[in-house]
């Protein structure tokens, strides 16, 4: 299965149309590549009505004429800013939207003075990430299988989780694993946290060695031809006391009313509040310092954004995380995510390490 590169443009086109764009300057990396295949670390795309323009620099023209389709691939002799303005300036292009989400204020300027009078920059941040909300069947197959790889690997490491292991070491195996079972990276770094450690959200490995009676953190993800899963797991170390029960069972069932929530039609801020509503329950809420999740794709944190108050209305196609969590200074914290796809007749959960069996005696 191919990506839908000409499909992708012509939705594009027609969203600048709507919205009496000339052109979009597409210049952030993800968005380049979903709307070209072209997989290089640095590029400019300019997509309009009639023509779609590639903008490299020499070290990438070879891989950008291998990869890129639906596009002119044009080698810049210059900064990728200036050939994109002095492409401007001959186009007839008037409106040019910016994909100024992620565009720093220094090139918004250098743009602004290569094009001089002669088109009128516009602010089009999040059209392309609006569009890469929903997930096409391609993209769709390779977050499941990043997701699949997750788990699988989640499970051999468990494995290795006992009293003297490293948080680092575990973190590496988890690296190491991902790779050997086909993964190109790591979405981000591995979290592996434990004991007091584990209270914080997003503590890196270090090189404290796991003890008994204590919580571990691991939060995970593969990348597959550049899309990413994402996937949290707590285990208890030794016997858990009626507290360490008390929150994990607390996260457990936060998590399930979580998952049942993200349906189509809901609002991401609805699926939140259903998380927190089931954490204060047990007074647990207070607890939970972070959104309850985001969606993933070609980046491991993009839109939406499951959080307090949030309006976007979740769609069939979306891919998005739950994670609650409750952190307890001192003490320890537990949390729970999986990568959830939506289907139109619901939740379909893609990672698929189990829950239940979070005792290491
Ligand atoms: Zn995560
Ligand atoms: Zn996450």
């Not at 050939?83 to 743009?111: F, I, N, P, Q």
């Not at 949030?310 to 537990?334: I, S």
């Amino acid at each position: 299965m191919e990506a839908p590169i000409s499909t992708r443009q012509a939705r594009l086109r027609s969203l600048l149309k709507a919205r009496k764009l000339d052109h979009l300057l597409i210049t952030h990396i993800p968005n380049v590549y979903y709307l070209t295949g072209f997989r290089g670390s640095a590029g400019m795309a300019l997509l309009g009505e009639g023509d779609a323009v590639l903008f490299v620099d020499p070290r990438y023209t070879l891989q950008a004429k291998d990869q890129a389709r639906g596009v002119e691939v044009t080698e810049a002799k210059q900064r990728l800013i200036e050939a994109v303005g002095g492409w401007l300036k001959t186009s007839k292009a008037k409106e040019v939207g910016c994909d100024d989400s992620s565009l720093s204020y220094a090139t918004w300027r250098a743009l602004q003075q290569a094009v001089g009078r002669r088109c009128r920059l516009r602010s089009a941040g999040g059209l392309v990430e609006g569009m890469r909300m929903v997930k096409d069947p391609f993209e769709l197959g390779l977050i499941r299988r990043a997701a699949l790889l997750t788990s699988e690997v989640f499970e051999d490491v468990r494995r290795l989780v006992k009293p003297g292991a490293s948080e680092m070491d575990l973190a590496t195996e988890i690296e190491y694993r991902l790779k050997r079972k086909g993964a190109e990276g790591v979405a981000f770094e591995s979290i592996v946290a434990s004991g007091p450690r584990s209270a914080l959200p997003h503590a890196r490995a270090s090189s404290k060695l796991l003890k008994k009676n204590e919580f571990v953190i691991f939060d995970l993800g593969a990348i597959i031809s550049g899309y990413a899963a994402d996937m949290t797991r707590t285990l208890y170390l030794g016997t858990p006391d009626t507290r360490a029960r008390r929150i994990y069972q607390a996260v457990f069932d936060a998590e399930k009313t979580g998952i049942k929530a993200v349906r189509p039609g809901t609002r991401a801020g609805a699926v939140d509040a259903t998380v927190r509503r089931s954490l204060a329950r047990r007074r647990l809420d207070e607890y939970f310092t972070h959104s309850t999740g985001h969606g993933v794709g070609l980046e491991v944190h993009e839109k939406p954004r499951l959080g307090r108050g949030d309006k976007q209305r979740l769609d069939p196609g979306f891919v998005v995380t739950v994670e609650p969590g409750v952190y307890l200074e001192g003490f320890g914290g537990v949390r729970v995510e999986d990568t959830v796809a939506i289907g139109k007749d619901g939740p379909e959960v893609l990672t698929s390490s189990p829950k239940e069996d979070w005792i290491i005696p």
